[in-house]
């Protein structure tokens, strides 16, 4: 946690964090109540407040984890000069890529969901789609954990 600490209270990746947590939070926004058709109110009346307000948080940790690990990446290219991951830069991009796809409603990305095979498996989610960000969530955290390790000891901070 010190590593992450350390990291973001330098000025250039606080910044690329904030960039990367604002864009993936406007593009989750955008892609569940913007461009389908059912804005705020409609979901929640659809879905349940319980429902939307977790989708919701859960949209925006998923964000907040995607810009700490792109940070911590960027920190360890600028000063070894190479990635060298083993554990976690994989992870951490395959995470934020299913949590982006998953983070609209369940109807509107199925069918982006079904090009990789995941569409008619939705139906089957108890939880309408929320266990995909819930595995965004812990795979961003374990490549979190894997990452800040990582730039501790390559960078020794």
């Keep these: ?54 989708t919701i948080t859960l949209g925006f940790v998923i964000a907040i984890l995607t810009g700490l690990n792109t940070s911590l990446v960027l920190c360890r290219k600028q000063m070894t000069g190479s990635l060298g991951f083993k554990k976690g830069a994989g992870s951490s991009a395959c995470s934020a890529f299913v949590g982006a796809i998953a983070s609209g409603c369940p109807l509107c990305t199925a069918p982006l969901l079904g090009v990789f095979g995941l569409g008619g498996a939705l139906a089957l989610f108890p939880f309408q789609g929320l266990e995909l960000k819930t595995a965004a969530i812990i795979i961003l955290g374990i490549s979190l954990y894997y990452t800040s390790k990582n730039v501790r000891i390559a960078c020794k901070l």
């Design 1 to 54: 946690m010190s590593t992450i600490y350390n990291v973001i209270q330098k000025p250039r990746y606080a910044f690329i964090a904030a960039i990367i947590f604002i864009t993936l939070s406007a593009l989750f926004w955008l892609l569940t109540f913007y461009f389908t058709p059912t804005p705020l109110p409609k979901y929640i009346e659809m879905y349940g407040l319980s429902f939307t307000y977790i």
